[in-house]
Structures are given as C-alpha cells and as structure tokens.
C-alpha cells in the first residue's frame, strides 16, 4: 500500500544540509588568522545552532526505512536500490575528488589500489566519510528490523516505550564516555582492521551513531504517537535544549585563549563526546517540532525552496566540498578586509546556492545524471514519490 507522504522530513533534510555546509563553510575560516573573540562567540553559536546536521540525516535514515519498509521486504532489490541510488554517485565523486592523488600513482594498479582505498575508508575528500558510516545501516537494516519489532511486541504501553528509549539513550551516553579509553586501548593493541576502525577512521564506525538510527526507527513505526508526543512535550524539550546549549557555550568559549595570541577550541562541540551526545538527541527532538511547525505553515516560496533543497540534498551533498572551495573564494574576494563571520556567511549561502543548482543541472544530463546525483529524469520530475525518502 502506498505511503502517505512526510511533509516535515523534507524540511528536516533541507535543514540538515543546510547545516552541513555551515559547519564546513565555517570550519574553513576557523583557523584565519584575523579570528577575534567575537568571531569565535559567533562561530560557537552558529555550530550549535547546525550541529544537530548529521545525527538528523542518520534519524531521517531510521525513520524513512521503518516507517516505508513496515511489510514484505525483498532484501535483494532494496540492497540494489541503495547501491544505485547512493553508492553509485558516492563512488563518481569519490574518483572526482581523489582524481589529484591518483594522477601523481605510478601504473594502473597503483591507482586503482589507491582508490579502492580511498573510496571503501571515504578519505577521498573530508565529508565522504558520512557516506562510508551510513552504508552498513542498509546492509545490516533486516537485523536491525527484527531487533526493534521484536522488542516492540514485547512493550505494550507508550510509558513502556519511553522508559525503554530513555533507558537506551543513558546507556549510549554512557558508552561515549568509554570510548577515549578503547581508543588508548586499540592503539596499543596495533591489530590489522579493528585499530584503524577504532582509532582512524573511529567517526565511520556506525555503533558510535546507532541511537539516532534507533530513534529514527521508532518514530517511524510509529509516526502518530511520536507527533503527538512532542506536541505534548515542547516546552520541557526546549527548556533542556536551551539549558544544555548555553553550557555548551560557556565550555568553548571559556576554554579560548588570547595570551599569548589569540586561540579558540571546538573540542567541546565534537559529536562523539557524552554532554554533546545528550544535546544531539536533544536537538533532534526540537528540529523535528520545528519541522512540523515549518511544513504546516510554510507556503509559496518558502515551501518550494525547501522542496528542491530536499529532492536534490544527496548530490549537493556529495558535490558541495567542491563548490565551497569556490564559495570562499568568491567571499574573500567580495569582502575583502571584512570579518571573518561575515565572509563565512557569504561562502555558505554561495555553497549551499551552488550546490543544489549543479546538483540540479548534472541530474538533467541523460544517463550520466543518474549516475552523479542518485536521480533519474523520472524522479526529478516526479519529487514527491515516496521512495525518494528512504534516500538517507
């Protein structure tokens, strides 16, 4: 049967790649020289206000599969849907992106073996590595389905369920904390494939992210009552949200320098810390009331914006590294002798622009699109087929 469309998970995935670009459009002038305190105040709250970007993309990847995949599921042609659909582009702009490093390789099979390399760790350019985390949640998404529905039919109540989730996020919170320890650990283990994987390339491992997934999955299986569990709850959800940011705050920006020069640190904001875990959860739940709030009041313009953010979030994602190298050109040279926040800004409405409009252009070229940005003429024409949202 036919799913009736998500209206706020288009918001949700504009937003989200919105994020995305703020965050890196900022990471590049993090480190100018001409960054004063004042900048580093607004880069702080400008991060918080976007961090909340992959932990959505990873819930949205929960919600979509469990909320369109509650039936029959024929693994063989959902694993080839995501294969074509992601892996496919991920693997093109893989190749664009390590194309300088392969050049400099000495014979095909230098090349090829570097590539693979690149390509299976997402070290050919610094966003991939989302791509390369996110994969094994559709590999592993039949044990994930019969873990969560056997637990469900063991919770009868609503009460239960929270209690179980709550529980859960303890428990994953917990985890974080353990993770510096392991990573000690790992190093001195020097063991072929699980030290990289736990030291590395320790951001690509999916079980440092599972509770947005699970999250994810549970709303998803059950969309009414997640609704209106929100409605109910606003104003504890935003009292928290608003609580935790403005420690976060005070952690970072306590934690700059200016003796003897001029320093500021995000470690604070890292994702796999324990209090930005909490937050993280956190800003899910705020993001998503405000998505509900944004897709039954947005029209006209507003509306179509965030629609065609949404349809062509995945290869404006994958391209959008390249386009901020542009970006930021383009907003030194436009703002020359002004302040690094405002040259920031600049370069993230130019990306964010840029990027959805290639996406846009190399989604209508014949054949090759498809390839590029995971959409078909079809599915540029059509936008609001339920499938396209099972694309993160």
């Known amino acids: 049967m036919k799913k009736n469309n998500i209206e706020e998970i288009h918001v949700l995935r504009a937003l989200a790649f919105l994020a995305v670009v703020l965050q890196h459009s900022i990471g590049h002038y993090l480190s100018e020289p001409d960054t004063t305190l004042s900048d580093g105040v607004m880069f702080t709250l400008f991060l918080l206000l976007?961090?909340?970007?992959?932990?959505?993309?990873?819930?949205?990847?929960?919600?979509?599969?469990?909320?369109?995949y509650d039936g029959p599921l024929h693994y063989g042609s959902f694993l080839q849907k995501r294969l074509k659909d992601i892996g496919v582009p991920y693997l093109f702009w893989s190749l664009i992106y390590a194309a300088p490093a392969l050049l400099q390789s000495t014979g095909l099979f230098a090349g090829v073996q570097q590539f693979a390399g690149l390509a299976f760790t997402g070290k050919a350019?610094?966003?991939?590595?989302?791509?390369?985390?996110?994969?094994?949640?559709?590999?592993?998404?039949?044990?994930?389905?019969?873990?969560?529905?056997?637990?469900?039919?063991?919770?009868?109540?609503?009460?239960?369920a929270i209690a179980t989730m709550v529980l859960l996020a303890i428990v994953y919170v917990y985890g974080m904390t353990l993770i510096w320890p392991l990573y000690q650990a790992a190093e001195?283990?020097?063991?072929?494939?699980?030290?990289?994987?736990?030291?590395?390339?320790?951001?690509?491992?999916?079980?440092?992210?599972?509770?947005?997934?699970v999250l994810g999955a549970v709303s998803g299986s059950a969309l009414t009552h997640?609704?209106?569990?929100?409605?109910?709850?606003?104003?504890?959800?935003?009292?928290?949200?608003?609580?935790?940011?403005?420690?976060?705050?005070?952690?970072?920006?306590?934690?700059?320098?200016?003796?003897?020069?001029?320093?500021?640190?995000?470690?604070?904001?890292?994702?796999?810390?324990?209090?930005?875990?909490?937050?993280?959860?956190v800003s899910i739940l705020v993001v998503y009331k405000f998505g509900i709030r944004v897709a039954e009041s947005a029209k006209g313009f507003t509306r179509r914006v965030l629609r065609i953010i949404s349809q062509y979030s995945y290869g404006a994602y994958l391209i959008h590294a390249l386009m901020l190298t542009c970006a930021t050109l383009l907003s030194d040279v436009l703002l020359p002798q002004v302040n690094v926040t405002l040259r920031a800004i600049l370069a993230f409405i130019l990306c964010s622009a840029m990027s959805v409009l290639a996406t846009f252009a190399l989604s209508r070229i014949p054949f090759l699109g498809q390839w590029m940005t995971g959409l078909g003429k079809s599915q540029t024409e059509r936008g609001k087929s339920p499938s396209r949202l099972t694309r993160y």
């Open 188 to 213: 001195q283990w020097n063991l072929p494939v699980l030290t990289p994987m736990l030291t590395e390339y320790a951001d690509r491992n999916s079980l440092y992210f599972f509770y947005y997934f």
């Open 50 to 68: 976007s961090k909340f970007a992959v932990p959505v993309f990873i819930f949205i990847t929960g919600l979509v599969l469990f909320y369109n």
């Open 226 to 281: 997640w609704r209106e569990w929100l409605r109910r709850n606003g104003p504890l959800v935003y009292a928290v949200f608003f609580s935790l940011s403005a420690y976060l705050t005070y952690r970072v920006v306590a934690g700059f320098e200016n003796i003897p020069a001029s320093q500021n640190h995000y470690e604070d904001l890292l994702l796999l810390r324990p209090v930005t875990a909490v937050f993280l959860i």
């Open 125 to 160: 350019s610094y966003h991939l590595w989302y791509i390369v985390m996110i994969i094994p949640f559709y590999v592993t998404f039949t044990l994930w389905r019969w873990v969560i529905r056997d637990v469900r039919s063991r919770i009868v109540t609503s009460g239960r």
